[in-house]
């Protein structure tokens, strides 16, 4: 087990490493960063292994020669769409004869929570205990070294979709990283841009990157929706791309140059040269024409994630606000006052508190690496595959990596 933690956040436009470690005071410091632009992802999910694995390595080297350590495990993320939180209960009796309850019996109480029938597809990531109750008393956060008959727990199981999480693992495995933890994009993201009394009261994520936006609502500082919209940042691109007939390349260097997502805060008279496909002269457009685009797509995220709320009467759970991360939003001027007139409700920019990383395009990376502190994982992913952990030079070895993986939960199995 490395003294480190490390994160690998696979995002459709980029695979970014980051490796922190705990200090003499306690405090979580971020030593390594490392960024490769990765075209293996789609969507945020792994479509190429290869390419995948070639990025994280890349990425890897940067974060490593920075933070002057070698590190072999990581945990890391998977799409909001692409994994779900069902809630269970398990219930056992209480077996020592002085009916004091001790580890044993928790882990009962919550392998017998994780007792499921799922469809073939799909597979436990994670179990999260809400709540224990003892002879019908709930609220309680830690039943051990307490007396009682009955044993209850409330437990959030998160399942994601086979496919995503063997070829997730794979692509580390390949550069002999082990695996330690898969966390859904939702749990990484609001653990690093929202404290614990917004989730408690109620708070609306929205997290804007590449290829998809996912947003997600915390209550009672529980995850109680979430669910992502297939457009992003590209399609901001893009179509500012076909709108103004310039190349992606071009349409992505005005987007982050000149981009504002409000058009009441641009300017009409501001003008910006482009270079239209097919015309030898460089033309004048004007930043409001820019900022046209950009919010015509931008409100339209924001719009179907307005009517999915309304349709699921999670408006009124919503008492604090929205805050807005992710690349795809996080750096436009007016990206607020869009939100904040199509939600109706106080908005706030979201991005990670540590000191080199505290970018909207960190915030999934940060989360991963606060969340698996906060969540004290108390199991992990046995890869069959592991044993070319070290090996980090045989990305491109044909290494018969199976990935056929179970999981074993340490302390219930
Ligand atoms: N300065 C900027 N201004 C505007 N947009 C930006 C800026 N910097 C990055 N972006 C956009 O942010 C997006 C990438 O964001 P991010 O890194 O959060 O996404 P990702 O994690 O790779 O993708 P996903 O989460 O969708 O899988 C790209 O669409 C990029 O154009
Ligand atoms: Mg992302």
Same mark, same amino acid.
């Given at each position: 087990?490395?003294?480190?933690?490390?994160?690998?956040?696979?995002?459709?436009?980029? %695979? *970014?490493v980051?490796?922190?470690e705990?200090?003499?005071?306690g405090?979580l410091?971020?030593?390594g960063?490392?960024? *490769?632009?990765?075209?293996g992802?789609?969507?945020?999910?792994v479509v190429?292994?290869e390419?995948?694995?070639?990025?994280?390595?890349?990425?890897l080297?940067?974060?490593e =020669?920075?933070?002057?350590v070698e590190? #072999?495990?990581?945990?890391?993320?998977i799409p909001?769409?692409y994994?779900?939180?069902?809630?269970? /209960?398990?219930? @056992? !009796?209480v077996?020592?004869?002085?009916?004091e309850?001790d &580890?044993?019996?928790v /882990?009962?109480?919550l392998n017998?929570?994780a007792?499921?029938?799922?469809?073939?597809?799909?597979?436990i990531?994670d179990i999260?205990?809400?709540?224990?109750?003892i002879?019908?008393y709930?609220e309680?956060?830690?039943p %051990?070294g307490?007396?009682?008959?009955?044993?209850?727990a409330d437990?959030d199981?998160v399942?994601?979709?086979?496919t995503?999480?063997?070829?997730?693992?794979?692509?580390a495995n390949?550069?002999g990283?082990?695996?330690?933890g898969?966390?859904?994009e939702?749990? !990484?993201a609001?653990?690093?841009v929202? #404290?614990?009394?917004e989730?408690g009261?109620g708070?609306?994520i929205?997290?804007i990157g590449?290829?998809?936006?996912?947003?997600?609502v915390?209550? =009672?500082d529980?995850l109680i929706?979430n669910?992502?919209v297939?457009i992003a940042g590209?399609h901001?691109t #893009?179509?500012?791309s076909?709108?103004l007939?310039?190349?992606?390349?071009?349409?992505?260097?005005?987007?982050?140059?000149f981009g504002?997502a409000?058009?009441?805060?641009?300017?009409?008279?501001k003008m910006?040269?482009? =270079?239209?496909?097919?015309?030898?002269?460089?033309?004048?457009?004007?930043e409001?024409?820019?900022?046209?685009i950009?919010e015509a797509?931008?409100?339209e995220?924001f719009?179907?994630?307005n009517?999915?709320? @309304?349709k699921n009467?999670l /408006?009124?759970e919503?008492?604090?606000?929205?805050?807005?991360?992710?690349?795809?939003v996080?750096y436009?001027?007016?990206?607020?006052?869009l939100?904040k007139?199509?939600f109706n409700?106080p908005?706030?920019i979201g991005?990670?508190k540590?000191?080199?990383?505290?970018?909207p @395009?960190?915030? &999934?990376? !940060?989360?991963?690496?606060?969340?698996s502190?906060?969540?004290k994982?108390n199991?992990y992913?046995?890869?069959?595959d592991v044993?070319?952990? /070290?090996?980090k030079?045989k990305?491109?070895?044909? #290494?018969?990596?199976?990935?056929?993986?179970?999981?074993?939960?340490d302390e219930y199995?």
């Amino acid at each position: 087990m490395d003294e480190y933690i490390t994160s690998i956040d696979l995002g459709t436009s980029k %695979v *970014c490493v980051i490796i922190s470690e705990i200090d003499q005071t306690g405090q979580l410091q971020i030593i390594g960063v490392g960024v *490769c632009p990765c075209e293996g992802i789609k969507k945020g999910v792994v479509v190429d292994i290869e390419s995948t694995s070639r990025a994280i390595l890349y990425a890897l080297e940067q974060a490593e =020669n920075m933070a002057n350590v070698e590190v #072999n495990t990581a945990y890391v993320n998977i799409p909001g769409g692409y994994s779900k939180v069902i809630r269970n /209960k398990g219930i @056992i !009796a209480v077996s020592g004869e002085d009916k004091e309850i001790d &580890s044993d019996d928790v /882990k009962r109480v919550l392998n017998s929570a994780a007792i499921l029938s799922l469809p073939q597809d799909q597979q436990i990531i994670d179990i999260i205990p809400t709540q224990y109750i003892i002879d019908g008393y709930d609220e309680i956060k830690d039943p %051990v070294g307490m007396v009682g008959i009955r044993l209850e727990a409330d437990v959030d199981i998160v399942i994601g979709s086979t496919t995503t999480i063997l070829n997730t693992v794979k692509s580390a495995n390949e550069v002999g990283m082990e695996v330690l933890g898969i966390i859904p994009e939702p749990f !990484a993201a609001s653990e690093s841009v929202s #404290n614990r009394d917004e989730r408690g009261l109620g708070v609306l994520i929205i997290d804007i990157g590449a290829g998809t936006s996912d947003f997600s609502v915390f209550k =009672n500082d529980k995850l109680i929706y979430n669910d992502l919209v297939p457009i992003a940042g590209n399609h901001i691109t #893009n179509d500012i791309s076909v709108g103004l007939r310039i190349s992606f390349n071009e349409s992505e260097k005005i987007k982050r140059k000149f981009g504002i997502a409000y058009t009441p805060l641009a300017s009409d008279e501001k003008m910006l040269k482009v =270079n239209p496909i097919g015309i030898d002269e460089k033309i004048n457009i004007s930043e409001v024409q820019l900022s046209k685009i950009i919010e015509a797509r931008l409100g339209e995220i924001f719009e179907i994630i307005n009517e999915e709320l @309304i349709k699921n009467d999670l /408006k009124e759970e919503i008492l604090t606000g929205v805050v807005l991360t992710g690349g795809g939003v996080g750096y436009f001027p007016g990206s607020k006052e869009l939100a904040k007139e199509i939600f109706n409700l106080p908005v706030r920019i979201g991005k990670p508190k540590f000191i080199g990383i505290d970018e909207p @395009i960190y915030s &999934s990376g !940060a989360g991963l690496i606060s969340y698996s502190l906060e969540r004290k994982f108390n199991y992990y992913i046995e890869c069959n595959d592991v044993e070319v952990k /070290k090996s980090k030079s045989k990305k491109n070895s044909g #290494n018969s990596i199976t990935s056929f993986f179970r999981r074993i939960w340490d302390e219930y199995f």
